[in-house]
C-alpha cells in the first residue's frame, strides 16, 4: 500500500483515538484554539505512527501510548490517570479491531495474513474492514462511557490502566505470532479469531465492571451526601427546638420574675432589682434570632451556624439582604449554605496563627440569588477544574461538600465558583430564583 494511503489509515486511527478522548474530557482550550489543537495533535499523532523508528511492536505501542499520552495532557484537563486509561481503551480496541479483520479476512481467503499486508488490493480491503470495526466499537464504548460519572479514587484508575495495558500487550504478542502459525496452517487463522473474540467478550466484561464500580461508588457519594444534608437539617432543628424552648420558659417565668422584681422595689431594693433585670434582659437576648432575613431556611441555617462559630472562637459577619420565600427546595439550600460554612470552619479549625473570621454576603440581585463566603486558610489546596481534592487521608467519604454544592445548584441552573487569592479563600454561588411572593 502506498505511503499516501498508509499515513491515511495512520490519520483515521489518530481521529478515532481523539474522537474517545474528546467526548470523555474536557478541554483546555475553546473555540477556533480547540479545533486547532485536536487538529494538530492528530496529525502530530498520524506522523509518529508513520515515522517512527523501526522498534519491537510493543515497544512502538508503548512509546506511541507516552507520546499520546503527553499530547492529551497538553490538551485536556483532568488527572494524567484518566486520560491513560481512554488512550489505551482507543489503542486497544484499534488492536483486536486489526486482529479480528485480519484473521477473518485471512481465514477466508486461506492467504497468510501478512501476505495480505503485502497485496495492495487485499491490504485496503483489511483496513476498512479493521476501522469500520473499530468506528463500530468506539461508538459502543463512548455510548456506555457517556452514562458514567468517572468520580472514583484515584487507585482504581490505575488499576484499570495497569489491566488494559496487559490486555494490549498481549494483543501484540497474538499480533506478532499470527503470522508464525499461520504459515504452519492457514486453520490457525480462525483459532486466533476465536482469541481475539473471546479478548474482546473479556475486555467488555473488564469495561462493564469497572462501569459497575462507578455506578456503585456515585450511589455511595449520593447517600453519603444525602446523610449530610439530614444530619445538617436534624441539628438546625434541635437547634431550632432548643431555641424556642429557651424562649418559652423565659415567657413562661416572666410572671414569677415581675412578681419577685415587683417586691424587690416595693422593699426599695434597687440594686437587686437592676441586676435582676439585666439577669432577664441577657436570658432574652440569648434566644433572639441573630439573622431575621425573611427567610425561615437561610435563617435557621445561618443561627445555627453562627452559634458553632461562637463555641470554636470563630468571627462571623454576615451582611445579609432582605430574603423573601424562595422556590429552591429547602434541602438544596441547606446542602449549599451549611456545606459552605461548615468549609469554612473546618478550614479555620485547623489555623494555627492568622486572624480567623467568616464574612459573608447574600443577596437577591435580578432575579439571582447570590452567595458570597470568604474565609482565610493555611493548608495546601490542590485545585483543578474549579474543584479542590480533600486534605483528609479517608478520601473515599470526603471532599463531598463542594460537591454537593455545586450538584445542588447546577440542578438548577446555577453555577458555584472558588477562588483563592493571598490565601483567602471564596466561594460563589449564584442561583436563578423565582421570588414567591
Same mark, same amino acid.
Given at each position: 500500500m502506498s505511503r499516501?494511503?498508509?499515513? /491515511?489509515?495512520? +490519520?483515521?486511527?489518530?481521529?478515532?483515538?481523539?474522537?474517545?478522548?474528546?467526548?470523555?474530557?474536557?478541554?483546555?482550550?475553546?473555540?477556533?484554539?480547540?479545533?486547532?489543537?485536536? $487538529?494538530?495533535a492528530i496529525l502530530i499523532n498520524a506522523a509518529f505512527i508513520q515515522y517512527v523508528p523501526d522498534f519491537p511492536i510493543t515497544a512502538r505501542f508503548l512509546l506511541?501510548?507516552?507520546?499520546?499520552?503527553?499530547?492529551?495532557?497538553?490538551i485536556y484537563t483532568g488527572k494524567i490517570f484518566i486520560k491513560a486509561f481512554f488512550i489505551l481503551v482507543a489503542n486497544y480496541? !484499534?488492536?483486536?479491531?486489526?486482529?479480528?479483520?485480519?484473521?477473518?479476512?485471512?481465514?477466508?481467503?486461506?492467504?497468510?495474513?501478512?501476505?495480505i499486508l503485502n497485496v495492495s488490493i487485499?491490504?485496503?480491503?483489511?483496513?476498512?474492514?479493521?476501522?469500520?470495526?473499530? $468506528?463500530?466499537?468506539?461508538? !459502543?464504548?463512548?455510548?456506555? =462511557?457517556?452514562?458514567?460519572?468517572?468520580? !472514583?479514587?484515584?487507585?482504581?484508575?490505575?488499576?484499570?490502566? $495497569?489491566?488494559?495495558?496487559? +490486555?494490549?500487550? !498481549?494483543?501484540? =504478542?497474538i499480533m506478532e505470532i499470527s503470522p508464525i502459525l499461520q504459515e504452519e496452517s492457514s486453520e490457525y487463522s480462525i483459532y486466533i479469531f476465536g482469541i481475539s473474540i473471546g479478548f474482546l467478550i473479556i475486555s467488555g466484561l473488564v469495561i462493564f465492571f469497572f462501569g459497575e464500580i462507578c455506578f456503585y461508588h456515585e450511589k455511595q457519594?449520593?447517600?453519603?451526601?444525602?446523610? /449530610?444534608?439530614?444530619?445538617?437539617?436534624e441539628q438546625q432543628l434541635n437547634y431550632h427546638e432548643s431555641a424556642t424552648a429557651d424562649l418559652k420558659r423565659v415567657r413562661h417565668d416572666i410572671n414569677k420574675n415581675l412578681t419577685n422584681i415587683s417586691y424587690l422595689l416595693k422593699q426599695n431594693n434597687i440594686n437587686d432589682s437592676v441586676a435582676y433585670i439585666n439577669a432577664?434582659?441577657?436570658?432574652?437576648?440569648?434566644?433572639?434570632?441573630?439573622?431575621?432575613?425573611?427567610n425561615d431556611i437561610i435563617d435557621a441555617i445561618l443561627n445555627y451556624k453562627i452559634a458553632v462559630c461562637k463555641l470554636h472562637n470563630l468571627d462571623i459577619r454576615i451582611d445579609i439582604d432582605h430574603i423573601p420565600h424562595l422556590s429552591i427546595d429547602p434541602i438544596d439550600l441547606t446542602a449549599i449554605l451549611a456545606n459552605i460554612l461548615d468549609n469554612a470552619i473546618e478550614a479555620l479549625d &485547623?489555623?494555627?496563627?492568622?486572624?480567623?473570621?467568616?464574612?459573608?454576603?447574600?443577596?437577591?440581585?435580578?432575579?439571582?440569588?447570590?452567595?458570597? $463566603?470568604?474565609?482565610?486558610?493555611? #493548608?495546601? +489546596? &490542590? /485545585?483543578?477544574?474549579?474543584?479542590?481534592?480533600?486534605?483528609?487521608?479517608?478520601?473515599? #467519604? #470526603?471532599?463531598?461538600?463542594l460537591a454537593s454544592i455545586r450538584s445542588s445548584a447546577e440542578k438548577y441552573g446555577g453555577s458555584f465558583k472558588i477562588y483563592t487569592e493571598n490565601s483567602i479563600f471564596s466561594a460563589v454561588v449564584m442561583l436563578p430564583i423565582e421570588i414567591n411572593l
Open positions: 499516501t494511503i498508509d499515513f /491515511m489509515f495512520s +490519520l483515521t486511527e489518530s481521529i478515532l483515538i481523539y474522537w474517545l478522548i474528546n467526548c470523555a474530557m474536557s478541554s483546555r482550550f475553546s473555540g477556533t484554539k480547540k479545533t486547532f489543537a485536536i $487538529v494538530l506511541y501510548f507516552i507520546f499520546s499520552l503527553i499530547l492529551s495532557q497538553i480496541i !484499534i488492536l483486536i479491531s486489526d486482529i479480528i479483520a485480519g484473521n477473518f479476512a485471512s481465514y477466508l481467503i486461506k492467504i497468510n495474513i501478512q501476505n487485499t491490504s485496503f480491503a483489511f483496513s476498512i474492514l479493521a476501522k469500520l470495526l473499530s $468506528v463500530i466499537l468506539l461508538m !459502543i464504548f463512548i455510548y456506555y =462511557f457517556q452514562k458514567i460519572k468517572f468520580e !472514583i479514587p484515584q487507585r482504581y484508575w490505575i488499576i484499570m490502566d $495497569v489491566i488494559v495495558l496487559f +490486555l494490549a500487550i !498481549i494483543l501484540q =504478542f457519594k449520593e447517600n453519603y451526601i444525602l446523610s /449530610m444534608r439530614n444530619h445538617s437539617l432577664i434582659t441577657k436570658a432574652l437576648e440569648g434566644t433572639k434570632s441573630i439573622v431575621n432575613c425573611g &485547623i489555623m494555627e496563627t492568622g486572624e480567623r473570621y467568616i464574612s459573608g454576603r447574600i443577596f437577591c440581585y435580578k432575579n439571582y440569588l447570590s452567595i458570597v $463566603v470568604k474565609n482565610p486558610y493555611s #493548608h495546601q +489546596l &490542590i /485545585m483543578e477544574n474549579n474543584k479542590i481534592d480533600t486534605h483528609k487521608a479517608d478520601k473515599l #467519604h #470526603h471532599g463531598y461538600g
